[in-house]
């Protein structure tokens, strides 16, 4: 396959577009009971994962997403002692977790051993997080393990879920209204929920669907976007909010509560996030925030 394309075509999410890579080598090919995974080297990107034919990351610019995935939500709030991570099997996520002192736990929850497998043997850059002593990793249903949660259990829930659709019918997970009200029920009060979601001008339908459901968890929603080179858009959008259960939370988070500066950032071994990213990230074209601000507030 060395020299053929990878090429992503999802019509529902972007309509009339292909996004297109070249394959330099094919590293590794799999089936697992979830999905086809693939590992394959391009000449920009380096080490690229593959999940049904959806790029979830590149060993050049991974950490974009993975930063600010992580660190909108942690630094919304003062009390990140315990972290659930749903998805994540790559580690990446875990990685930049526990690179804030704060937290005491960080608990991985993906349904995909082989995913996590194929990580370790290659893109351990990002897999290695799993040796953290901070670090528990739970191979189970997101969903199913949620369920079994206790009440108020927990500081902050990062969702790292796939959005590939298993088939043109099946419904995104990021628009899943049980799923939703799980993670509210187990938020500890004042606590934060961030997840990716779909990027402004590319499907308004969807973005606008799952901040919907969002709301579900919490009325507190902050819309960031990070660009990602390799990602069919060279972006990604990310909700966060935090989740009062006694009446409505007005802290603007799109200013961070809790400020890493460009220096502290160095020191932490950051390399996108630091406060004045945090900010900027959250900043909107007039049109797309005027839109935002209506179904936010709808």
Known sequence: ?????????????????????????????????????????????????????????????????????????????????????????????????VKDPRVES?????????????????????ADSF????????????????????????????????????????????????????????LRDGGVLAEQTYCPYSNNALLSAAVEVFKTATRNVCYGYVPVPCFPNGGIGLCFGRVWKNGQDNVDLSKPLVKITEERAHEMGLKCYYDEFHAGSCTMPLEFRKWWKDIVES
Request: charged share 25%; proline share 5%; hydrophobic share 35%.
């Open 131 to 186: 040796q953290h002593p901070k670090v528990t990793l739970v191979i189970e249903n997101a969903k199913e393990y949620l369920k079994r949660m206790p009440d108020s259990s927990v500081n902050v829930v990062i969702l790292d879920l796939t959005d590939c659709p298993a088939n043109e019918d099946s419904e995104p997970l990021f628009i899943n209204r049980d799923l939703m009200t799980n993670i509210r029920r187990v």
């Open 1 to 97: 396959m060395a020299g053929t394309w990878h090429t992503e075509e999802e019509e529902r999410e972007y309509p009339g577009q292909r996004f297109q890579l070249r394959r330099e080598k094919l590293i590794y090919e799999t089936q697992s009971p979830f999905q086809t995974i693939q590992v394959f080297e391009h000449v920009k990107f380096g080490r690229v994962l593959s999940l049904d034919g959806c790029i979830q990351c590149s060993t050049f610019d991974e950490f974009l997403y993975q930063e600010m995935l992580t660190f909108l939500p942690l630094c919304s709030t003062d009390d990140v002692r315990s972290v659930l991570v749903l998805g994540g099997g790559d580690g990446g996520v875990a990685r930049e977790v």
């Open 106 to 126: 960080c608990t991985v929850v993906d349904i995909d051993e082989a995913v996590v497998e194929t990580c370790r043997k290659y893109i351990p850059s990002m």
